[in-house]
């Protein structure tokens, strides 16, 4: 099955800005999908295919790929961006969806 | 408006059987593609299974052989058969729609606990 690894935590203060990292095997050519966890709720896509925004979602909220790597940046972070990030994609030679094992958000 | 609202959940021993539903409203649910999704307590997101639009099916290894997903397109609903349950299967369990194999899940159930214990 296809792998992605993201870092387990990342910390940052308000105002500054935020790399949430994923990695896997020619991610290029998957479409990476970022989604936003709260506590108790359902999650929440906040990017798809690598760097598209859904309406509603702060333009703070933007993603790119380079290399074997997709990058959720998240500008400016507020207390309220404080949350679990989570990486997928859909890989077609198995047709199994991957997540990635989130990265905890912490805003000092 | 688009909504899941899963049900089912609840405390099974293990090598016992559940089977969780997913309620559609504001879609069809076989014009979609419809995942599963779980959560064991404190830990991440992890894709159970799928159910494509045409009506193939696909699962995590994880669970293959164990846990059926299917539809009723006359209740509009989802469904996710678990047999043989491990205590390993202790999890929220989301359903999830995606309008493609390859595109996000935009939609998303408020989710149901199966609890494996003895």
């Known amino acids: 099955s296809y792998v992605l690894t993201q870092p387990a935590s990342l910390s940052v203060a308000p105002g500054k800005t935020a790399s949430l990292t994923c990695g896997g095997n020619?991610?290029?050519?998957?479409?990476v999908h970022w989604y936003q966890q709260k506590p108790g709720r359902a999650p929440v896509v906040v990017i798809y295919?690598?760097?598209d925004r859904p309406s509603g979602v702060p333009e703070r909220f933007s993603g790119s790929i380079s290399g074997n790597t997709a990058t959720l940046t998240i500008s400016r972070v507020e207390a309220v961006d404080e949350a679990d990030y989570y990486c997928?994609?859909?890989?077609?030679?198995?047709?199994?969806?991957?997540f990635g094992g989130g990265t905890k958000l912490t805003v000092l | 408006e688009e909504q899941l609202v899963e049900s089912g959940g609840g405390v099974i021993q293990p090598g016992g059987s559940l089977r969780l539903s997913c309620a559609v409203s504001?879609?069809?649910?076989?014009?979609?593609?419809m995942s599963w999704v779980r959560q064991a307590p404190g830990r991440g997101l992890e894709w159970v299974s799928i159910?494509?639009?045409?009506?193939?099916?696909y699962y995590a290894d994880s669970v293959k052989g164990r846990f059926t997903i299917s539809r009723d397109s006359s209740k509009n609903r989802l469904y996710l058969q678990l047999n043989s349950l491990r205590v390993e299967d202790t999890a929220v369990y989301y359903c999830?729609?995606?309008?493609?194999?390859?595109?996000?899940?935009?939609?998303w159930g408020q989710g149901t606990l199966v609890t494996v214990s003895s």
């Open positions: 999830a729609r995606s309008e493609a194999a390859a595109d996000p899940f935009d939609v």
């Open positions: 504001g879609f069809i649910v076989s014009r979609n593609y």
């Open positions: 159910i494509y639009s045409g009506g193939d099916t």
């Open positions: 020619n991610i290029g050519n998957k479409g």
């Open positions: 295919y690598d760097t």
């Open positions: 997928q994609v859909w890989d077609g030679a198995t047709d199994q969806v991957a």
